[in-house]
């Protein structure tokens, strides 16, 4: 069956530190991947796309990466905030116009 | 830029009511509009795809004359629970995307139904 699992459901951290989310999928074959934050009571809030044929992209503090031999992005919030603390989703873009979205990773960065 | 306004932002009514949930595209035309449908702590589900002037398309298993789907304009797609029942509650969110090509998707901030 396909699923697109992350990381723990909640993950902590430090002030300053790196945090890392993982976004590992099975039985896809994306053609993009996204990712958004989503605060309580609220829409999701685009981040970050990259393509497959694409390993790495970097938007300010944050860096996504793409391994489509193991399926998985990896999401990394360098110098994290308390602002920072939000639900993380990845989705999966399967044809420009398919979206499927993971379990979330709740991120609580703490001052 | 890009923003989508969806309405109304919370609603409880009576299990029978039908309830409508608009979603409008306020500074892009929207060539697609998604709907989702979220529960507590739970990920977001694609319950629709749809696109401006055609039969909104449906995931398995989401029932079609449950959830009705109209996307008359490139700025408005609505959604209408028939006949609610206490099971269709839950956190409605709508998207949508401009243009052509690889799109991030733009979402509205969601529609809370409680059916009573």
């Known amino acids: 069956s396909q699923k697109i699992e992350q990381n723990s459901e909640a993950l902590n951290i430090q002030e300053g530190k790196t945090a890392t989310l993982t976004c590992n999928y099975t039985n896809y074959s994306p053609a993009y991947l996204q990712w958004y934050r989503q605060d309580p009571g609220r829409g999701p809030v685009f981040l970050l796309l990259i393509r497959e044929n694409e390993k790495e992209k970097r938007k300010e503090r944050l860096k996504v990466t793409f391994d489509t031999t193991l399926k998985q992005s990896l999401f990394h919030i360098t110098a994290s905030q308390p602002a920072d603390s939000a639900t993380y989703l990845c989705a999966l873009d399967i044809s420009g116009n398919q979206f499927y979205f993971g379990t979330g990773t709740s991120l609580t960065v703490i001052p | 830029g890009a923003v989508v306004s969806q309405h109304p932002s919370w609603v409880i009514c009576k299990s029978g009511t039908s309830v409508k949930i608009e979603c409008r595209s306020l500074d892009f035309q929207a060539t697609t509009m998604f709907w989702y449908r979220q529960f507590p702590k739970q990920s977001l589900m694609l319950m629709a795809t749809?696109?401006?002037?055609?039969?909104?398309?449906?995931e398995q298993g989401v029932e079609k004359d449950k959830f009705l789907i109209n996307h008359a304009s490139l700025t408005l797609s609505t959604l209408t629970v028939t006949s609610a029942h206490p099971e269709d509650s839950s956190f409605y969110i709508c998207?949508?995307?401009?243009?052509?090509?690889?799109?991030?998707?733009?979402f509205g901030d969601g529609t809370r139904l409680s059916i009573l």
């Open positions: 749809s696109n401006e002037g055609s039969k909104a398309t449906y």
């Open positions: 998207s949508a995307t401009q243009g052509g090509g690889v799109q991030p998707q733009h």
